[in-house]
């Protein structure tokens, strides 16, 4: 079973790691779950996307806020009373995230066991760190609008 001609055996080996690719990429960007990674596949995954992806959450502009946070302490380091505001009202903003990840994690749970009558491990937790991406850039792509009901 040792292939006669490497060369050939690596081109043909690297078109089918090209295709699996194209195939996850274009699984992504359509919901179909035959193709995803296995971490995004199954039922209540999908649920949990669509449920995470309808609302708005907080988490999604931390990062903007961190990065506005680093430029203002840096512009006004001269100004320590300022910075303590500042930092202040940073916290305030990770506390909110927290709030509104728990928030979310409960009517997540209260769905998924409406629906499928008991939460998968990792479930909650996927859906946490989904609400904390940027919705441009989530994988698999949000399938549903804001404000839009679950599948």
């Given amino acids: 079973m040792v292939p006669t001609d490497r060369k050939l055996a690596r081109a043909a080996e690297r078109n089918q790691r090209l295709e699996a690719q194209n195939r996850m990429r274009l699984a992504n960007e ?34 903007f806020a961190v990065f ?18 500042i930092t202040f009202a940073l ?19 209260k769905g998924l066991i409406a629906r499928f009558g ?7 937790y996927y859906g ?3 609400g904390l991406q940027f919705r441009k850039l989530r994988l698999p792509k949000p399938q549903v609008r804001r404000g839009e009901d679950p599948r």
């Fill in 91 to 109: 916290w305030i903003l990770v506390a909110l995230v927290a709030v509104d990840a728990f928030i979310m994690s409960r009517g997540l749970k």
């Fill in 30 to 63: 359509t919901g179909d779950e035959r193709f995803m990674a296995a971490r995004d596949q199954g039922p209540q995954k999908r649920f949990t996307r669509d449920y995470v992806d309808r609302r708005f959450m907080v988490g999604e502009y931390l990062m």
């Fill in 118 to 124: 008991s939460v998968e491990r990792g479930v909650t």
């Fill in 68 to 85: 506005a946070f680093l430029i203002v302490s840096l512009t006004l380091s001269r100004f320590p009373a300022v910075q303590v505001y």
């Fill in 128 to 130: 946490i760190m989904r």
